[in-house]
């Protein structure tokens, strides 16, 4: 069973709307969560580390929920610039600073 | 700084021959990676380095070598090249439990 599994998508959206990403990773001990991105044939970059709290950044929310092993990313006002694979990462509890990276979700924003 | 290079960025390797790709990072991190991508695979973590002359495996070793000779470098090594190493192999470092920063890939193909 993957460690990280997210719903690969493809999320076809217009301009303006809002869309959700779901995220479940399977080790309890996992200490540190992040969503990153990844545009076509480049290198992922961090979107934004994901806090028990919640955490936002301009359009992007994400959340965590430790008892349920989720992780969200909220994105609002969807621009065409979204448009990219959204990788959930988990850091692998017995690997140090390791990181274990969902397949991804694709997200497609149309004019 | 140039942040993250991997060298070279494309390879066409036959089956049995040996190459090493090169990685290198200016931000003084400790940390360094290796990961490869497949279509529908997401990342999988190869080898993973907590410092100078350390190294340790990650989650799909086999047919890798790594050596981190120096901090600002790490080395990935196919001994024997196999048609299912073809790929893109990602170089990563960080500074601890934080942001990964990717290099651009090598894309890697073996005929």
């Known amino acids: 069973r993957k460690e990280v599994e997210q719903d690969p998508g493809p999320f076809n959206v217009p301009e303006g709307a809002t869309v959700a990403f779901n995220c479940t990773y399977s080790n309890s001990a996992s200490q540190s969560f992040f969503w990153y991105r990844q545009d076509c044939r480049k290198e992922p970059k961090l979107l934004m580390s994901?806090?028990?709290s919640g955490n936002e950044d301009g359009r992007f929310t994400a959340q965590l929920n430790r008892a349920s092993q989720y992780i969200s990313l909220l994105i609002r006002d969807s621009k065409l610039s979204d448009s990219a694979t959204y990788l959930c990462?988990?850091?692998?509890?017995?690997?140090?600073?390791?990181?274990?990276f969902g397949k991804g979700t694709s997200l497609l924003v149309t004019p | 700084n140039a942040g993250v290079t991997q060298t070279p960025k494309f390879r066409v390797l036959k089956t049995g021959q040996s190459m090493t790709l090169l990685c290198a990072q200016d931000m003084n991190h400790e940390y360094m990676y290796w990961y490869r991508q497949d279509p529908g695979m997401g990342l999988r973590l190869i080898h993973y380095s907590v410092g100078e002359g350390t190294t340790a495996k990650g989650e799909v070793p086999d047919g890798y070598n790594v050596s981190r000779l120096k901090k600002q470098n790490f080395l990935l090594g196919l001994e024997s090249a196999a048609p299912s190493q073809t790929s893109v192999y990602f170089c990563?470092?960080?500074?601890?439990?934080?942001?990964?920063?990717f290099g651009p890939g090598t894309r890697l193909t073996v005929l």
């Open positions: 990563a470092s960080s500074y601890g439990l934080d942001t990964q920063y």
């Open positions: 990462v988990v850091n692998l509890a017995d690997s140090g600073y390791a990181l274990n």
């Open positions: 994901v806090y028990s």
